[in-house]
Nanobody
């Protein structure tokens, strides 16, 4: 069973907002770096935001700074991706993933396929 479940995708107009949820089960939440990634048609998978509940630290891609934020509910083992001021270029399949360790930003930034666990994606479509 995949220990990560992403949800919350949908269709939104440009300038709108969405909140994605990633529920982790069977993992000791604080031992992992949890990341949000996205993949648009014909493009490589890229890191969006990553979070380590063990120390509360985050990493985010420069292109999303100021528009996307990450939050967590440790009691629910859930990480949220709040996306504001969405643009058509944000249209993609969004995934959450986990890698063992705190602050494993290398995987978020440079090597997403090195993450240990992947959930199924949730589709975000932004219309112009």
């Amino acid at each position: 069973e995949v220990p990560l479940q992403a949800s919350g995708g949908g269709l939104v107009q440009a300038g709108g907002s969405l909140r994605l949820s990633c529920a982790a089960s069977g993992l000791t939440f604080g031992d992992y770096t949890i990341g949000w990634f996205r993949q648009a048609p014909g493009k490589e998978r890229e890191g969006v935001l990553c979070f380590s509940s063990g120390d509360g630290s985050t990493w985010d891609a420069d292109s999303m700074k100021g528009r996307f934020t990450i939050a967590s509910d440790n009691a629910k083992n859930t990480v949220y991706l709040q996306m504001n001021n969405l643009e058509p270029d944000d249209t993609a399949l969004y995934f959450c993933a986990a890698v063992l360790g705190v602050g494993r930003w290398y995987f978020c930034r440079d090597n997403p396929y090195g993450m240990d666990y992947w959930g199924k994606g949730t589709l975000v479509t932004v219309s112009s």
